[in-house]
């Protein structure tokens, strides 16, 4: 069966879109034609429909179970596995944006307080060096807790939040053409 010309041109974005974010194109062609379809897919099926290789479908499946952006869903009289994505968009991005902290923040939040504790015990790294390392800590560390703290957020209060947009600024006193405290402009 042909796909609307719509949801082709989604598949191949969403595809192009996930080799840019680290993603293999096949595993986000994947996930945007589960995320179209009204209906649960069997990896035959969803070979078929894209032109993929039967392994590469299962091996991408696996994938996208990991992240957990897509789902088994059973049909009666049919023993094959069938699969539906998460269509609640802030649940799938809060799942992604989930998966890429512990995948590439936390790591690297841990490496950085190894590489912060062993300069401070190295006479030979200048006392720049070191302090640039805890700034760098420092400030992973507060993006690491914001992601989620947000994460606790209610959907409705973080979708007001996100728009207020440059809003919050203003709340908060500060204005465009200020110092970084929102102190007196230096001009």
Not at 21 to 49: C, K, T
Not at 112 to 118: I, N
Not at 127 to 143: C, H, I, N, P, Y
């Amino acid at each position: 069966m042909k796909l609307p010309a719509a949801a082709t041109e989604f598949i191949l974005h969403w595809g192009n879109l996930g080799g840019q974010w680290g993603v293999n194109r096949s595993v986000a062609q994947i996930h945007a034609l589960l995320f179209v379809s009204d209906g649960p897919m069997h990896a035959e099926e969803i070979a078929d429909r894209l032109g993929l290789a039967r392994s590469n479908v299962s091996n991408s499946i696996k994938e996208l179970l990991g992240w957990r952006l897509i789902h088994r869903v059973p049909v009666l009289g049919d023993r094959r596995d069938h699969f539906a994505a998460e269509t609640d968009i802030w649940e799938m991005v809060t799942r992604i944006a989930a998966g890429r902290k512990a995948r590439e923040i936390d790591p690297a939040e841990a490496a950085l307080k190894l590489c912060v504790s062993r300069a401070a015990q190295d006479p030979e790294l200048s006392a720049g060096a070191k302090v640039r390392l805890s700034e760098m800590l420092d400030f992973v560390t507060v993006m690491s807790r914001w992601h989620d703290e947000m994460l606790n957020v209610p959907k409705p209060a973080l979708m007001r939040l996100i728009r207020l947009g440059a809003g919050v600024t203003k709340l908060l006193g500060w204005r465009p053409g200020r110092g970084k405290d929102g102190g007196k402009d230096a001009r």
